[in-house]
């Protein structure tokens, strides 16, 4: 007896420890130096960023320097600068002088000479050149693209969501730190090329080389991951949008040969900045302006410069994430990447462990889209869609501090966590103005998901912990128990943290009515003997019925 019970024991320690270890991610020293703030990333702040950089397609090599202007915020003689191999660093400047660097793969560590007031601004300026790790599956695993378009041209673009921007260009690789006065992209390409980056073209300039510099300046802060480089033989043409802020420049930069096409294709641009700024406010950008670019890979939320590759087709290549039909009524990568406008690059977070909320929000705006041009059903009727895209393995928030992201479910469970929560708020006028409030109150700021958690708590009034708890750091489904007996029905919740404790809507013989349900039973005098009960399928939760419905 004492031997099979410490059998069965050790059996289950063992189990326990192997489950352990398969949810356990192996991270490296280069890890924690790209994902976490170091101490010699800590004491300085970047202000300003200008790249400079000449692009060759033929070789397929970068060649440039990156400025970077920074305020010492404490003491520190050590700055981390990010650069991806295979590329290298030339030389470091800072005040003329050439600085000594220490390199640990990807991280170089440069001491400065000149002492480091605290408060003062300074700038260094880190020369780099060679063959850039090139994208195998853009925007996925990120790196620069070099395509042709199909009348034979250079077709260039760079996309390094999660890889980071130190895959072309040296920088801070790091989403806490955004440079706050914004950046300026000089970009140096064969003459017969356009170069497209982030927000205005401030001047294009003919070289002696056969070569032309063309220079684009974004001045509000930008994540460094969504500055980026687009290369090819692009014509453009512009609309004004009459919106919040008032006149939004909307400018489109599409290969020659598909021009007519994205003139009535990228109508869906207009419609999207309608509904978005109905839902999250103005567009938080004007300033930069508003642009669609095309690309060689499918597309991705560059700030100011939305880069579009998704064939000019409805959907997502084509295809109804959802299967509703919903989803095939307007351009997915125009309305998603756009969506980040507000959540991802006005809202961004300091960890990229926290993207739900950038993916979370943005999938949800493609429903509150819908709703906005197609009716309030069409967009719940969406959001219920995706659900069947959502996995429940693994939670959707990531490791902190070792650049490691979470669940894909971020995506789909993510936004149906935000449509349940509008169950629960149960006020449509006070659900828009927490969307709202959250881009105005976090404008252009880096924060955390606890952050955006308690805030949205602060906002309803409501005790929301253990709901976020449940669905972003655990991977279960909570389901309602329920049954109904003699005119009375029991419920509770189920298969999910004890503390869980949200209202659900049921229809009782088709008649909408709240109950609160605890993890404890309570119950519902129903007065009626038979009882049909379904809970609103609005909410992303699971039901038993015990013993059958009477
Ligand atoms: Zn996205």
Not at 21 to 31: F, G, K, M, N, W
Not at 262 to 272: C, L
Not at 277 to 300: A, T
Request: hydrophobic residues 35%.
């Amino acid at each position: 007896m004492l031997k099979l019970s410490l059998y069965f024991l050790l059996t289950l320690v063992i189990c326990q420890a192997n489950a352990q270890l398969s949810e356990e991610r192996a991270y490296t020293r280069q890890d924690s130096l790209r994902g976490s703030v170091t101490p010699e990333r800590a004491w300085w702040d970047v202000l300003h960023y200008q790249l400079d950089v000449s692009v060759d397609p033929e070789k397929k090599t970068l060649k440039g320097t990156t400025t970077i202007r920074y305020k010492v915020l404490e003491d520190g003689d050590v700055l981390q600068i990010d650069l991806q191999n295979p590329l290298v660093i030339d030389k470091i400047i800072q005040d003329g002088k050439s600085l000594e660097v220490t390199h640990e793969g990807n991280a170089h560590f440069v001491r400065v000479v000149k002492p480091q007031k605290v408060g003062e601004i300074n700038e260094i300026s880190i020369a780099y050149s060679g063959k850039p790790h090139e994208a195998q599956n853009a925007p996925w695993d990120g790196g620069v693209t070099w395509a042709k378009d199909s009348a034979g041209n250079h077709f260039i673009a760079t996309a390094n969501q999660g890889i980071g921007a130190s895959v072309w260009w040296p920088c801070k690789d790091h989403q806490y730190d955004e440079p706050d006065d914004g950046a300026v992209i000089r970009i140096n390409v064969p003459a017969n090329l356009v170069a497209v980056s982030n927000g205005r073209l401030k001047s294009q300039k003919r070289e002696k080389n056969k070569t032309r510099t063309y220079t684009w300046e974004v001045v509000n802060p930008i994540n460094n991951y969504t500055i980026n480089m687009n290369i090819g033989d692009y014509v453009s043409f512009s609309e004004k949008y009459e919106g919040e802020k008032g006149s939004l420049d909307m400018e489109y930069w599409v290969l020659r040969y598909n021009l007519s096409k994205a003139k009535i294709h990228f109508r869906d641009a207009k419609r999207t900045m309608q509904a978005f700024e109905h839902w999250f406010g103005p567009y938080p950008f004007y300033e930069d302006s508003y642009k669609l670019v095309e690309v060689p890979y499918l597309g991705m939320e560059h700030q100011s410069s939305v880069t579009y590759g998704n064939g000019y087709r409805m959907g997502y290549k084509g295809i109804d994430l959802s299967s509703t039909g919903q989803g095939l009524k307007w351009d997915f990568i125009i309305v998603h990447e756009t969506g980040h406008e507000w959540f991802g690059n006005n809202i961004s977070t300091k960890d990229i462990a926290d993207m739900w909320v950038h993916e979370g929000f943005t999938s949800y705006a493609e429903s509150l889209f819908t709703e906005y041009h197609y009716g309030k059903e069409a967009g719940a009727s969406y959001s219920r869609g995706l659900r069947a895209n959502i996995q429940n393995s693994e939670t959707i928030i990531g490791d902190y501090d070792v650049n490691g992201r979470g669940s894909g479910d971020m995506y789909y469970k993510g936004h149906n966590m935000l449509h349940t929560l509008r169950q629960i708020v149960n006020d449509d006028g006070k659900w828009r103005e927490i969307l709202r409030g959250l881009n105005k109150d976090f404008y252009q700021q880096v924060v955390t998901s606890q952050q955006v958690e308690e805030y949205i708590a602060e906002k309803t009034g409501l005790l929301l912990k253990p709901f976020f708890d449940q669905y972003l750091r655990d991977i279960r489904i909570p389901a309602l128990e329920y049954w109904a007996k003699d005119g009375t029905l029991i419920y509770r919740w189920t298969n999910c943290l004890e503390a869980f404790a949200v209202p659900v809507d049921l229809y009782i013989n088709g008649k909408k009515t709240r109950v609160e349900p605890t993890t404890e039973f309570q119950g519902l005098e129903l007065n009626t003997t038979t009882a049909e009960i379904k809970v609103d399928p609005n909410y992303y939760v699971y039901s038993h019925s015990l013993y059958g419905n009477r």
